[in-house]
């Protein structure tokens, strides 16, 4: 084969990173936002939770397309991102931003669905010994939500390892520095480089299976 480990190794190390931090944002944020509204009806929430759930259906260069209209250097917030010194165009930060925003969703949608199924009788019971509601959420509705959520995160850095279009947008295809192995495996294929683009393809799908039957083994693991 004519080409290097080092020519693999820093695409799957930045998107071992990317989908990691992306997952971990996510995380968060589609967690609590799923907790917020969970259960709750009427259009804005309707209207919140179609929003949420949109990255899900749009094309990726449409998200990416978005993100430069936002955080570009001619974006609503680009200059001022520019004047506290950051810049997510053209780097891997911007990589991570394309990525959170590409599997949100995916963490939302399972966490709502998961918080919803929480028995409302357990979360009344802590309310009447006089928990807050963010007490209800860390000590009841999370523990008893957690294997759906576990779900969406594992399906979520899966996702944010293939993660393709968005990211050339706004983060480009600069090996090295923004180059995810999804971009090196295009790279390769446009290239002619059919060796490199099939033991890339390798590698990213072993780890995707690998993250995958690793989440169902722990899941098991638990049930016992």
Known sequence: MDFSAVSIGSPLELSLRVAGMATAISFVAATLTAWLLARKKGPLPALLDALCTLPMVLPPTVLGYYLILL????????????????????SWQGAVVAATVVVFPLIYKSARASLEQ????????????????????????????????????M?????????FGATL??????????????LAIYDAFQAGNDAQAAWLVVITSAVCISLLMAAELLLKLKRR
């Open 71 to 90: 955080v570009g250097r001619r974006g609503l917030l680009g200059q001022w991102l520019a004047d506290m010194g950051i810049n997510l165009v053209f």
């Open 118 to 153: 929480v028995d409302r009788h357990l979360e009344d019971a802590a309310r009447t010994l006089g928990a807050s509601e963010w007490r209800i959420f860390i000590g009841v509705s999370l523990p008893l939500a957690w294997k759906g959520i576990f779900a969406g995160i």
């Open 155 to 163: 399906l979520a850095f899966a996702r944010g390892m293939g993660e």
């Open 169 to 182: 947008m706004i983060a480009g295809n600069i090996p090295g520095k923004t180059q995810t192995l999804a």
